[in-house]
């Protein structure tokens, strides 16, 4: 679709940077991942030749494709549950008045400090005598410690506190910008908080979840460090894999090739999404 | 130390780039263009005058290797300055230092890791006359397997993997076999390494840790997958907190790790296990690309004096490869079980081997399918 | 609703800042475990003792406020280009720099300074962080800007453009401040992202850029020492009340 040329070329002066950006520093960083995942591993980590398909066709074995199951279900998870906890948070802040820029910053604030330190911080809290557990068995709640460490449960907790600010800013950014009138107006006719919630605000409110949603689940797939921590180490996500492979396993070219098959796989589902909306997200 | 694996890669200012990050954090919207233009320079002669100064030194070594003013009372006897940096594996300062422009002039990698960096020409031989103080190593160090005229490195220092335990554990865990216990089931760790813990199941199974053959690696494997369910979870250092807390009464430890727990709670010991156990050794290496071969010998040769080495011990409670250096311990920590285990001990212990290719990638497969069990 | 809504985000901020405090509890334990065995401003002095971290704090700042400043600037400008007329090629780029896993992204950003250095003589430092740091915000804050773009009408541009103004001036006056919150809410996340970054950063700093997160990391993995306890503290309370001061001073 052309526009006015006057707007073509503020657009084309626009986009110079980003066009910059992807030249050289996400296309030749690109094209180098695949060319490392067409190697060989050298011998003691590092590349080498010949050149070879091996690394792709190693993916398709049935370990690896569970490994990558089950990294889609966590991360889907994460983001469900990111978006029913940050979306009231992100609504209550859009209409806090005065104190908006507070709040945003509160969500930020914790991020500051360094993720991993945060991390173990959640090691106190959960583990057997940890904080969650001897304030409950002090209670008289529970009896013995409940295992709230080393499973699957821990690594979605770890994800969604590593993710929410991901999801709630866009969220907000998109929810700021609603015209009250309308949920006036809503009012006026008759609807209660509720209704108007979900039949207003929420598809107003569509691509700052949409954008949230991206933000949340794509990063969440690539996470290591928090299934490492929070998990134990039990189980393998893709995180995990890839991590694996350029470091003790000192094989770079699997590694290239399982981020190369990994980056195909989201590319394919996210032109599917663009194509059934109209408007894509950027 | 060699295996800390879970952080990826660690490894001068440039002095333009230095000056506009001042120009953009000094200037708010109502700079005049003149002062903006002051600031930059400013900010690039202030630059320039960081440069001069002392001659420099870069070291790249583990963490928690050094005493609180090893590094600090060496710059100022030497009157130079010092880049210290840190990482956490093998892998991590190899990626820096493969490209053979990292920067760096000093590192420290296992002793495995030796052969490998000198078929990439990655190491500068060590001229000895600038070692004076060599003769302090413990003489089976002087001719370590990995290099025996000591041409390429200096042994800096030495560990084991073995059993932390806590003293009410019963029974007494004393042999790898223990860790199969289901007694202990939940309250058992191992680490969180392919090679460590395919290696305590082949010792398990009275096979050698550096076996490369895929029947031996095979049957390794099933035990791992078997002993799956009794484990808590797979980690490193991570145990220890847990372990002084009282969650875990049982762990896969390197005996520096063990120690520092013991330090923390007395109730807790370790084991150097029945059937056998593997060695590591971190070494002092001098890399190729630096231009600086006078101050690292130096330095090398500061780290082999006795009282320095001694202190390192102190802080770091690892295991010293100095033994001019030992004899300056207090009498508890020469004798200290855990870090100087006795010569009958020693001998059951393997040095790791450097491992073929083919056989890191079996391992690998083979980590994921224990993972996925 | 509101009270609700109230309660609710009490406990979500709740869920975000237990670790915090937690953290700045054991900060003050005399021992080195995490458990209790009484008060000590032991760590905090050994703060001060530690030259690396100061140095680490400094370039963390730097390479945030430049690395936020030019990925701000150039992906807000992205985002209106793109919601002029799109391009599935940059789009296309932009999702695939999100999905691709930060150790990969390093070694990637590793493998491109290495071999253009041979050429230009460079050493990596903080350059190339201030780079690799740019190369991964740009995303977030083309994703944040074009989300609110999508709730903007261009018939306020056009009603400028009727009015006399040219192209650029009605992006300069009516577009920009309509979108400045989402610019902020942008910054914030790209200025977030960059701080905190540690597996990139490692990969791509050089002997002398160590930032804050690599010196901690480094503490951490080893050793949990409470020092790192004690950072975080400071860190919290400095920035709390960074805020709170910029927010009096936006007031007055």
């Known amino acids: 679709m052309k526009i006015a040329s006057g707007w073509e070329r503020l657009r084309a002066w626009f986009l110079l940077p980003a066009w910059i950006w992807m030249a050289v520093l996400f296309a030749a960083p690109f094209a180098i991942v695949v060319v490392y995942s067409l190697l060989t591993r050298g011998a003691y980590g590092g590349l080498g030749l010949p050149w070879t398909l091996e690394n792709y066709q190693r993916l398709l074995d049935p370990l690896y494709l569970g490994v990558v199951v089950r990294s889609f279900g966590m991360a889907g998870a994460t983001t469900v549950i990111c978006l029913l906890l940050g979306f009231p948070l992100a609504l209550f802040i859009s209409r806090a008045g005065g104190r908006k820029s507070i709040y945003l910053q509160l969500v930020i604030l914790p991020f500051w400090t360094s993720f991993l330190v945060r991390l173990y911080a959640w090691l106190f809290l959960l583990r057997d005598t940890g904080l969650i557990n001897t304030a409950l068995q002090h209670l008289g709640l529970i009896h013995d410690p409940l295992p709230l460490l080393y499973n699957d449960g821990a690594v979605l907790l770890g994800l969604v506190y590593g993710y929410l600010p991901f999801m709630v800013l866009p969220v907000y950014a998109t929810l700021e910008r609603l015209d009250p009138a309308l949920v006036e107006a809503a009012a006026d006719l008759g609807a209660k908080p509720w209704p108007t919630l979900l039949h207003v605000i929420l598809p107003l409110s569509a691509p700052g979840i949409r954008a949230g949603s991206v933000l949340v689940f794509i990063p969440a797939l690539g996470a290591y460090l928090t299934p490492d921590l929070l998990g134990g180490g039990r189980t393998v996500l893709i995180g995990n894999l890839v991590q694996n492979q350029f470091t003790t396993a000192r094989d770079w070219p699997f590694g290239a090739a399982i981020s190369v098959g990994l980056m195909a796989l989201v590319g394919v589902l996210v032109l599917l999404m663009l194509r059934s909306e109209r408007e894509g997200l950027v | 130390m060699n295996r800390m694996h879970r952080g990826a890669a660690n490894l001068g200012r440039s002095r333009l780039l230095g000056g506009r990050s001042r120009l953009k954090a000094g200037c708010g919207q109502n700079c005049p263009p003149h002062t903006c233009r002051r600031t930059f320079l400013m900010g690039v002669a202030g630059l320039a005058g960081c440069a001069r100064g002392r001659p420099r030194l870069n070291v790249y070594n583990w963490s928690n290797y050094v005493a609180p003013d090893t590094i600090a009372n060496f710059e100022s006897e030497f009157g130079v300055r010092v880049r210290y940096a840190t990482y956490e594996s093998n892998e991590e300062m190899l990626a820096k230092v493969l490209s053979g422009n990292s920067g760096w002039d000093v590192v420290f990698p296992t002793h495995n890791r030796i052969q490998p960096m000198r078929q990439y020409g990655l190491l500068a031989r060590l001229d000895h006359g600038r070692l004076p103080n060599l003769p302090n190593l413990e003489p089976r160090f002087q001719t370590p397997p990995w290099d025996p005229r000591l041409e390429y490195c200096v042994p800096y220092m030495w560990g084991a993997t073995g059993i932390a335990y806590n003293q009410s554990a019963a029974p007494t865990p004393a042999a790898w076999a223990d860790l199969w216990n289901a007694r202990f089931k939940g309250r058992l760790t191992m680490l969180d390494d392919p090679e460590e813990v395919l290696g305590a199941c082949l010792l398990k199974l009275r096979l050698s840790y550096n076996s490369t053959d895929d029947t031996s690696l095979r049957r390794a494997e099933r035990e791992a997958i078997a002993q799956k369910p009794l484990l808590r979870a797979y980690l490193n250092a991570e145990f220890r907190d847990q372990m002084v807390a009282g969650d875990i009464l049982v762990a896969h430890s390197w005996a520096t790790t063990a120690q520092q727990a013991i330090d923390a709670a007395p109730q807790l010991a370790f084991a150097y296990p029945a059937e056998g156990f593997p060695l590591y050794g971190d070494n002092a290496v001098v890399l190729r690309e630096s231009g600086r071969a006078d101050l690292a010998h130096a330095f090398i040769n500061y780290l082999l004096r006795a009282p320095v080495a001694a202190a390192i011990v102190q802080t770091s409670r690892t295991a010293t490869a100095n033994g001019a250096a030992q004899a300056l311990l207090p009498e508890a920590q020469r004798r200290n079980t855990t870090l100087f285990p006795s010569a009958e001990t020693l001998a059951r212990g393997q040095w790791i081997g450097t491992m073929p290719s083919a056989t890191q990638r079996l391992r690998d497969r083979m980590w994921t399918e224990i993972k996925s069990a | ?252």
């Open chain 3, 1 to 252: 609703m509101k009270r609700w809504l109230g309660f609710y985000a009490a406990a979500v901020y709740l869920f975000l800042h237990l670790p915090l405090a937690i953290l700045a509890v054991f900060s003050f334990n005399s021992s080195r475990f995490t458990v209790w065995q009484g008060f000590s401003l032991r760590w905090y002095r050994a703060i001060f003792h530690d030259q690396q971290l100061g140095e680490g704090a400094w370039n963390s700042v730097i390479i945030a406020l430049t690395a936020t400043i030019i990925s701000t600037a150039a992906g807000t400008l992205c985002a209106y280009g793109l919601w002029k007329r799109g391009s599935k090629l940059l789009s296309g780029s932009l999702y695939l720099s999100l999905v691709t896993p930060e150790i990969v992204m390093g070694i990637s950003l590793l493998a491109l300074f290495q071999w253009s250095f041979r050429w230009l003589h460079w050493r990596l430092g903080l350059h190339t962080v201030i780079l690799a740091h740019v190369a991964f915000s740009i995303a977030y804050v083309v994703i944040v800007i074009a989300a609110r773009l999508r709730t903007f009408s261009p018939a306020l541009e056009e009603a400028a453009l009727d009015l006399g103004a040219t192209e650029w001036q009605a992006f300069r006056y009516v577009t920009l401040p309509a979108l400045l919150p989402g610019i902020v809410a942008a910054a914030l996340l790209a200025l977030t992202v960059s701080f905190d970054d540690y597996v990139i950063t490692s990969m791509v700093a050089g002997v002398d850029s160590e930032t804050l997160p690599m010196v901690i990391y480094a503490m951490a993995r080893r050793g949990a020492s409470p020092v790192i306890n004690a950072i975080s503290a400071l860190i919290v309370v400095f920035f709390g009340a960074l805020v709170l001061i910029s927010e009096r001073v936006q007031k007055a």
